[in-house]
Protein backbone atom coordinates (compact mmCIF):
# COMPACT_ATOMS: atom_id res chain seq x y z
CA UNK A 1 0.00 0.00 0.00
CA UNK A 2 1.11 3.38 -0.76
CA UNK A 3 1.38 5.98 1.37
CA UNK A 4 2.47 9.57 -0.11
CA UNK A 5 4.50 11.92 2.50
CA UNK A 6 5.44 15.55 1.94
CA UNK A 7 6.01 18.32 4.35
CA UNK A 8 2.09 18.32 5.04
CA UNK A 9 2.14 14.42 6.03
CA UNK A 10 1.75 13.28 9.90
CA UNK A 11 1.82 9.90 10.16
CA UNK A 12 0.44 9.27 13.96
CA UNK A 13 1.00 5.55 15.22
CA UNK A 14 -0.98 3.53 18.12
CA UNK A 15 2.50 1.97 19.95
CA UNK A 16 1.13 -1.24 22.09
CA UNK A 17 0.64 -4.18 19.14
CA UNK A 18 1.07 -1.53 16.40
CA UNK A 19 5.06 -0.81 16.80
CA UNK A 20 5.87 -4.33 18.57
CA UNK A 21 4.06 -6.53 20.31
CA UNK A 22 2.69 -6.21 23.38
CA UNK A 23 2.93 -10.02 24.55
CA UNK A 24 6.68 -9.34 23.95
CA UNK A 25 6.38 -6.31 26.46
CA UNK A 26 4.38 -8.73 29.29
CA UNK A 27 7.05 -11.64 28.90
CA UNK A 28 9.72 -8.93 29.16
CA UNK A 29 7.96 -8.13 32.57
CA UNK A 30 7.43 -11.75 34.03
CA UNK A 31 10.89 -12.46 33.14
CA UNK A 32 12.05 -10.00 35.14
CA UNK A 33 9.71 -10.61 38.15
CA UNK A 34 10.75 -14.10 37.90
CA UNK A 35 14.22 -13.19 38.39
CA UNK A 36 13.23 -11.43 41.74
CA UNK A 37 11.29 -13.74 43.25
CA UNK A 38 13.01 -17.00 42.88
CA UNK A 39 16.48 -15.93 41.36
CA UNK A 40 17.71 -19.94 40.94
CA UNK A 41 14.95 -21.23 39.48
CA UNK A 42 13.53 -18.52 37.80
CA UNK A 43 12.57 -19.84 33.96
CA UNK A 44 10.69 -22.28 35.27
CA UNK A 45 8.64 -19.84 37.38
CA UNK A 46 8.47 -17.28 34.35
CA UNK A 47 6.70 -20.86 32.22
CA UNK A 48 4.43 -21.21 34.81
CA UNK A 49 3.42 -17.90 35.04
CA UNK A 50 3.02 -17.50 31.04
CA UNK A 51 1.26 -20.75 31.14
CA UNK A 52 -1.59 -19.27 34.07
CA UNK A 53 -1.50 -16.17 31.73
CA UNK A 54 -2.52 -17.80 29.15
CA UNK A 55 -5.23 -19.91 31.20
CA UNK A 56 -6.62 -16.48 32.04
CA UNK A 57 -5.86 -16.80 35.71
CA UNK A 58 -4.66 -13.57 38.34
CA UNK A 59 -1.09 -14.36 37.53
CA UNK A 60 -0.42 -11.76 40.72
CA UNK A 61 -2.74 -12.72 42.86
CA UNK A 62 -1.38 -16.50 42.75
CA UNK A 63 2.24 -15.04 43.24
CA UNK A 64 1.12 -13.17 46.06
CA UNK A 65 -0.31 -16.10 48.35
CA UNK A 66 2.88 -18.24 46.97
CA UNK A 67 5.73 -15.95 47.79
CA UNK A 68 5.98 -13.06 50.38
CA UNK A 69 5.46 -10.43 47.95
CA UNK A 70 2.74 -8.48 47.54
CA UNK A 71 0.04 -8.11 44.53
CA UNK A 72 0.50 -3.90 44.48
CA UNK A 73 4.58 -4.26 44.77
CA UNK A 74 4.33 -6.92 41.53
CA UNK A 75 2.44 -4.62 39.96
CA UNK A 76 4.45 -1.91 40.28
CA UNK A 77 7.40 -4.40 38.79
CA UNK A 78 5.59 -5.01 35.70
CA UNK A 79 5.21 -1.52 34.84
CA UNK A 80 7.89 0.03 36.09
CA UNK A 81 10.85 -2.48 34.87
CA UNK A 82 13.19 -1.86 31.89
CA UNK A 83 11.50 -3.63 28.87
CA UNK A 84 12.86 -6.05 26.29
CA UNK A 85 11.19 -5.22 23.25
CA UNK A 86 11.87 -5.06 19.67
CA UNK A 87 9.69 -3.07 17.13
CA UNK A 88 8.71 -4.84 14.25
CA UNK A 89 10.65 -5.69 11.31
CA UNK A 90 10.31 -2.21 8.66
CA UNK A 91 9.10 -0.02 11.69
CA UNK A 92 12.46 2.30 11.73
CA UNK A 93 12.98 1.81 8.09
CA UNK A 94 9.34 3.13 7.61
CA UNK A 95 9.91 6.13 9.78
CA UNK A 96 13.28 7.20 8.76
CA UNK A 97 11.70 7.33 4.99
CA UNK A 98 8.80 9.43 6.40
CA UNK A 99 11.42 11.40 7.77
CA UNK A 100 13.40 11.46 4.67
CA UNK A 101 10.38 13.32 2.76
CA UNK A 102 10.07 15.74 5.33
CA UNK A 103 6.93 14.03 6.86
CA UNK A 104 6.00 14.61 10.75
CA UNK A 105 5.55 11.28 13.15
CA UNK A 106 3.71 11.24 16.39
CA UNK A 107 2.11 8.60 18.99
CA UNK A 108 -0.94 8.25 20.34
CA UNK A 109 -1.22 5.60 22.89
CA UNK A 110 -3.03 4.69 26.24
CA UNK A 111 -1.74 4.00 29.12
CA UNK A 112 0.46 5.26 31.87
CA UNK A 113 3.46 8.00 31.00
CA UNK A 114 6.36 6.10 32.74
CA UNK A 115 5.67 3.03 31.31
CA UNK A 116 4.57 4.11 27.51
CA UNK A 117 7.75 6.16 27.49
CA UNK A 118 10.09 3.61 28.66
CA UNK A 119 8.51 1.52 25.85
CA UNK A 120 9.56 4.36 23.11
CA UNK A 121 13.10 4.34 24.82
CA UNK A 122 13.51 0.71 24.72
CA UNK A 123 12.27 0.42 20.80
CA UNK A 124 14.44 2.76 19.57
CA UNK A 125 11.74 5.41 18.08
CA UNK A 126 12.17 8.53 20.44
CA UNK A 127 14.08 10.40 18.09
CA UNK A 128 11.64 9.78 14.97
CA UNK A 129 8.80 11.35 17.23
CA UNK A 130 7.55 14.66 17.29
CA UNK A 131 4.53 14.55 19.76
CA UNK A 132 3.35 11.68 21.96
CA UNK A 133 0.23 12.08 23.94
CA UNK A 134 -0.46 9.36 26.47
CA UNK A 135 -3.82 8.85 28.23
CA UNK A 136 -2.49 9.11 31.26
CA UNK A 137 -1.23 12.63 30.83
CA UNK A 138 -4.21 13.89 28.77
CA UNK A 139 -6.29 12.47 31.31
CA UNK A 140 -8.67 10.88 28.42
CA UNK A 141 -8.13 7.66 26.58
CA UNK A 142 -9.32 6.67 22.78
CA UNK A 143 -11.68 6.47 21.69
CA UNK A 144 -11.90 9.96 22.77
CA UNK A 145 -11.69 12.86 20.20
CA UNK A 146 -9.27 14.91 22.22
CA UNK A 147 -6.48 12.46 22.66
CA UNK A 148 -6.37 13.28 18.42
CA UNK A 149 -6.89 17.28 18.43
CA UNK A 150 -4.37 17.04 20.47
CA UNK A 151 -1.93 15.78 17.89
CA UNK A 152 -3.79 18.13 15.08
CA UNK A 153 -3.22 21.10 17.99
CA UNK A 154 0.20 20.36 18.22
CA UNK A 155 1.18 19.63 14.50
CA UNK A 156 -1.74 22.12 12.99
CA UNK A 157 -2.58 22.25 9.12
CA UNK A 158 -1.69 18.34 8.14
CA UNK A 159 -2.82 15.14 6.64
CA UNK A 160 -3.16 12.90 9.23
CA UNK A 161 -3.29 8.99 9.35
CA UNK A 162 -3.61 7.00 12.24
CA UNK A 163 -1.79 3.47 11.98
CA UNK A 164 -3.12 0.98 14.86
CA UNK A 165 -4.81 -1.96 15.41
CA UNK A 166 -8.00 -2.33 17.82
CA UNK A 167 -10.75 -1.77 15.94
CA UNK A 168 -12.88 -1.58 19.20
CA UNK A 169 -11.51 2.06 19.87
CA UNK A 170 -8.82 2.79 17.95
CA UNK A 171 -10.14 4.33 14.51
CA UNK A 172 -13.94 5.76 15.97
CA UNK A 173 -12.69 9.60 16.64
CA UNK A 174 -9.99 9.61 13.44
CA UNK A 175 -12.83 8.78 11.08
CA UNK A 176 -14.97 11.47 12.64
CA UNK A 177 -12.13 13.68 12.03
CA UNK A 178 -11.44 13.14 8.35
CA UNK A 179 -8.16 11.78 9.33
CA UNK A 180 -7.14 8.27 7.28
CA UNK A 181 -6.86 5.51 8.75
CA UNK A 182 -5.08 2.01 8.48
CA UNK A 183 -5.55 -1.54 10.77
CA UNK A 184 -2.25 -3.52 11.15
CA UNK A 185 -4.15 -6.84 11.46
CA UNK A 186 -3.32 -9.60 14.23
CA UNK A 187 -0.59 -11.49 13.51
CA UNK A 188 -1.51 -13.85 15.90
CA UNK A 189 0.31 -12.27 19.33
CA UNK A 190 -1.95 -9.79 19.61
CA UNK A 191 -2.77 -8.92 23.61
CA UNK A 192 -6.96 -7.85 22.59
CA UNK A 193 -7.53 -10.49 19.69
CA UNK A 194 -11.47 -9.58 19.77
CA UNK A 195 -11.13 -6.94 16.83
CA UNK A 196 -13.44 -9.38 14.51
CA UNK A 197 -16.22 -8.24 16.95
CA UNK A 198 -15.93 -4.39 16.41
CA UNK A 199 -16.49 -4.45 12.82
CA UNK A 200 -18.96 -2.10 12.49
CA UNK A 201 -18.58 1.54 9.71
CA UNK A 202 -18.53 3.79 12.71
CA UNK A 203 -15.03 1.53 14.02
CA UNK A 204 -13.52 0.70 10.64
CA UNK A 205 -10.26 2.10 9.59
CA UNK A 206 -10.45 2.83 5.83
CA UNK A 207 -7.55 0.73 4.61
CA UNK A 208 -6.00 -2.89 5.83
CA UNK A 209 -2.34 -3.97 6.18
CA UNK A 210 -1.21 -7.76 6.97
CA UNK A 211 2.52 -6.20 7.82
CA UNK A 212 4.24 -2.56 8.49
CA UNK A 213 6.44 -3.81 5.37
CA UNK A 214 3.70 -3.73 3.33
CA UNK A 215 3.54 0.57 3.37
CA UNK A 216 5.60 1.70 1.32
CA UNK A 217 6.31 5.59 1.21
CA UNK A 218 6.07 7.55 -1.96
Known amino acids: M ?9 IVFDLDDTIYNELDYLRSAYSEIAQKILPEKWESLFLRMFSLYRCQQNVF ?8 IGSDELLKLYRNHTPNIRPF ?15 KIAIITDGR ?7 IVA ?13 EEIGTEKPNEQNFIAIEKAIPNGN ?32 HRENYLHTTKEKSPKNYIRSIKDLNVV
Open 123 to 135: LGIKNYIEKIIIS
Open 61 to 68: QILSEEFS
Open 160 to 191: YTYIADNCKKDFIAPNILGWNSICLIDNGKNI
Open 89 to 103: SGILDLMARIKERNG
Open 113 to 119: TATQNRK
Open 2 to 10: DIRVDSKTV
